[in-house]
């Protein structure tokens, strides 16, 4: 994805705490199944995101992550509780199980935090996904889009809502770029 100014310079305050805060996010929205990463198949719109969030960690294994931009799989669904017509990061209701990939960072959300090679340099960011991990991907289609997340204060569903689009590359969110191989 290719931004204007420098990739990565701007980033959410520190809150001291996750209810509340707030997540940076570079994010590319797709039309591949979210079973092709390793969640249920159609749960809403698979997007892999590129995220800077100061206030908690949620890599994989409860490792650190909070300092550093890091990749995630996602899978956003409307809620108007977010804000009408707004998207949010798919809740886990208590006491179900969905199928989600090995790692998943045990929060109550679809979302995946794979260790892909991610740089931030000049104006681009850049996240290198295996192959073998999403398979075909001839006419997969995506956009581009930076964007704030909020964490709720009162940390119930909705967890993670989108709380403002900084810019959509499509204008619309139409998801008009194809991957041709």
Not at 127 to 137: D, E, K, L, M, N
Request: with cysteine; proline share 9%.
């Amino acid at each position: 994805m290719q931004v204007r100014g420098k990739a990565g310079t701007i980033r959410p305050k520190p809150m001291g705490q996750f209810a509340g805060s707030a997540v940076y996010s570079y994010v590319w929205p797709t039309s591949l199944d979210s079973a092709g990463v390793g969640f249920g198949s159609k749960q809403g719109i698979l997007a892999l995101a590129v995220t800077f969030h100061p206030d908690f960690d949620d890599a994989a294994d409860g490792g650190a992550n909070r300092h550093v931009w890091h990749p995630h799989w996602v899978v956003l669904v409307p809620d108007d509780a977010c804000g009408k017509g707004s998207l949010k990061v798919k809740d886990i209701p208590a006491g179900t199980t969905p199928k989600v990939p090995a790692t998943w960072p045990k929060v109550p959300l679809l979302i995946d935090s794979p260790t892909y090679p991610t740089t931030l340099a000049t104006d681009t960011v850049e996240v290198r996904v295996p192959a073998p991990v999403i398979g075909a991907t001839a006419g997969v289609k995506f956009d581009g889009v930076t964007s704030a997340l909020k964490v709720n204060a009162n940390l119930h569903a909705p967890l993670l809502c989108i709380s403002n689009v900084f810019d959509v590359a499509s204008g619309d969110l139409s998801l008009p770029g194809t991957i041709a191989r």
